[in-house]
Structure formats: C-alpha cells, structure tokens
C-alpha cells in the first residue's frame, strides 16, 4: 500500500497520457505543457493536434495563431476551425497572408476548415487557403468580390512572401501542392455557407471553374437568385458541358431573418441540372423548390426540412419524380386535412344515424378509431400514399410534427 500511494501520473506511459491529454481542450493542453519537461513534450505530440476547434475560444487573436502554429501545429493537422474577430471590438487582422502560406506549409495534411464570423476582404483570393483543403465552411464571413476567382495572375499560397525560416521548403511544397491539386488549383470537393450575406450570384458564377466541386450547400444566402443559379446550372453546350457539371449535392435553405426580400433561388432549378443526384430543400424554399424538382431527372435523394408542407402539395410534387430512391422529412409541419365547413342543424340526422350504427358495429370498432385518429394525422396516411406512389423509395421521418389551428 505505500508504494502504491507514492504513485504518480509519472509513472504512467506515454501513450496513456496522451489519451488523457486529448480530452483537454486546446486552452487547457497549452497550459498542461507548462506543468513538466515531459508534459511540454507530450502536449506537442501531433496525435492531440488532429483536430484543433478555437471557436470557444473567443479571445484569439492573430498573436495566439502565429504562436500555436510555430510551437504547437505540425503534419498531424486534419481539421481546424476558427472564429474571427468581426464581431469582436478587437478587430484588426485575423488570417493574414503570411500566416497562411506558413499554414500550408507546416501543416500539409489539412483537409477541412472552418471559419466563424471572419473578415476575409484582406485576401484578395481563396488561393492563399492551404491547397489541400477538400472542405471549406464559412459561417458568417464576409468575403471580398472575387474570393472564389480563378485568374492566372493569382498568387499561389507556396510562392513569394513566406517567412525566411520556411522559405527553402518553398519549391518542394509547391510542387507537392500542385500534385495533390486539381487542374483549376483548388481542390476543394465540399463548400459550405451558413448565413453569408456577401455570398451573390458573382461568387455563385466563379465557382464554375473549380473541377472537384461535388457537394454546395447554402443556407440563408440572401442575394443568391434564381438568374443566378439557373446561369450556373451543369447543362450540354457546343463544347460540352458547362457550368457546375461535377456537382452531386446541392442544398437550399433559407429559414429567415426578416428584412430581407425572398430571392426564391431554388425557381433556378427549372431549366434542369445534369449530374445532380442529391437535394436538400430548407425554410422558405421548399415550396418554389418542389414545383422545379420534376426537372432534375438524375435527382435520387431528396431531403426537405425546417418547413411547413400539406399531404397534397407533397403527393403532387412525388408524382412528378418517381426515381426518388430516398425521400427525407427533417423537422416538417404537415398540415391536416381540412374538413368542410358545416352549416348549423344540417349535419344532426346524419350523426344519429351514424351513431346508431356506430354502436351496432362493435366488432369493427378499433378500425374505425384509427381511421378516425389517421383523419387528425396525415403523417401514417403520407406514409401509405408515398409507399404506393414510390415503392421503390426509402422514407424518413425525423422529428415531425401536425401543425393545429386553434380555429
């Protein structure tokens, strides 16, 4: 028993305490290094720096980045999500363009950014992001007019300007960048944006260059139209295909701050969209996105949520897309069917006679209580309809609900 008392964390291994140290989180693992020698060593094993999440963190400034990336950053780095100072009383720089050309080269294996409430406008273009990125998701950013810009006079994130102690790396990794991406320079495949007011039908226009484009989400990009995406839709040209011709998945919401005109963007799906197998259709664009889905004769999957739909408005949109392999209702109010209106003293004879018969049919009496609970219910009646109308179809229902007027 006393020389079990004297134990300590020292003289645990390694690789127990590095799985320790991984529940910290990135404030918690920099003051941890401080404790010892060996815990400064462990703290800078690139197993705990796979995925670094700074968004708690709202305190980081452009300082803290450049001390996290010389000291702490390295190849192990998967994942990073940052938040910005553009609601910050702090403000000045947050990424700038020598912080990111040392970010993509000490960290070669990054895959997937996130960027919180960030002022992009300092960069002229998205060809500082490291070239290895395949996700982008930007969240409440402001970008500058040509961020997603392609042009031959664009600096490259491995040339020129880097800091003097990573600048003999500086043709290898280029090299290695242009290897790993595609023809355009960027090989992001997924793109996210999550309430991005400066996100316009210009932004939408230059992604049309990017080759490896396969998933494009929006949501609650206010001045993004119909023209916009209908311009920008994969269709047959004299040259062959042209416009987003490698996107999968597309996804459309808009679930509403008010004072914003109503752009009605997903309208742009009529003109038809080549190659596109997946949509999700969110908030107030679900009903102009149902009336243009019959269009898409690729579409299999189709997920719509954050709405309010009626059984026929869903019915008569299924009849027009009978490939769907996959229908998704996410946090949908359907509406109940409305009964007509009755006038006073015409329906009593009626309701007698259908209670005296009521009562003579005992044995049939659960059957008519659940007719009569699927009369209040449309979901079990949408159910049954959408399995005859798509049989070959999967149906999901998560966390829907029947809208009631208390009229």
Request: with cysteine; proline share 5%.
């Amino acid at each position: 028993m006393e020389d079990f008392r004297v134990w300590n964390l020292d003289y645990f291994p390694e690789n127990i305490l590095i799985d320790i140290l991984s529940y910290l989180g990135v404030r918690e693992l920099v003051r941890a290094g401080r404790v010892c020698e060996r815990w400064k060593r462990l703290v800078k094993d690139q197993r705990l720096w796979r995925l670094v999440d700074l968004t708690a963190w709202k305190g980081v400034t452009s300082r803290i980045l450049w001390v996290l990336l010389r000291q702490y950053l390295g190849c192990g780095l998967r994942c990073l999500r940052l938040r910005g100072l553009l609601l910050s009383a702090r403000g000045g720089v947050f990424l700038s363009k020598s912080w990111l050309r040392a970010l993509t080269l000490k960290c070669p294996r990054l895959r997937k950014l996130y960027l919180l409430h960030t002022d992009l406008r300092g960069l002229p273009s998205c060809h500082l992001l490291p070239p290895t990125l395949q996700v982008l998701e930007l969240r409440g950013c402001e970008l500058p007019p040509s961020f997603f810009n392609l042009t031959p006079g664009s600096e490259s994130p491995g040339h020129g300007g880097a800091p003097s102690n990573v600048g003999a790396q500086q043709p290898e990794q280029s090299t290695a960048g242009k290897r790993t991406g595609s023809s355009s320079g960027v090989s992001i495949e997924r793109l996210v944006l999550n309430n991005v007011p400066s996100f316009t039908d210009q932004h939408l226009q230059s992604l049309t260059s990017w080759d490896r484009l396969s998933r494009l989400e929006l949501r609650d990009t206010f001045r993004v139209t119909a023209n916009g995406l209908r311009s920008c839709a994969a269709k047959h040209s004299g040259s062959g295909l042209e416009g987003l011709s490698k996107l999968k998945f597309l996804e459309i919401g808009i679930t509403g701050r008010q004072g914003y005109q109503l752009q009605m963007a997903s309208l742009g799906l009529g003109s038809g969209w080549l190659g596109l197998e997946e949509l999700s259709l969110g908030g107030k664009e679900v009903g102009p996105g149902l009336l243009c889905a019959s269009r898409l004769k690729d579409l299999h999957s189709l997920c719509l949520w954050a709405c309010t739909l009626s059984e026929m408005q869903v019915l008569r949109s299924c009849r027009m897309i009978r490939q769907l392999r996959k229908l998704e209702f996410l946090e949908v109010f359907f509406q109940p069917k409305q009964a007509p209106p009755r006038v006073d003293g015409e329906g009593s004879d009626q309701e007698e006679e259908e209670r005296d018969s009521g009562e003579a049919a005992g044995a049939n009496e659960e059957e008519d209580g659940h007719k009569r609970q699927d009369g209040n219910d449309p979901i079990p009646r949408l159910q049954r309809s959408l399995a005859a109308l798509l049989p070959h179809c999967t149906l999901v229902f998560t966390n829907c609900s029947v809208q009631i007027n208390s009229d």
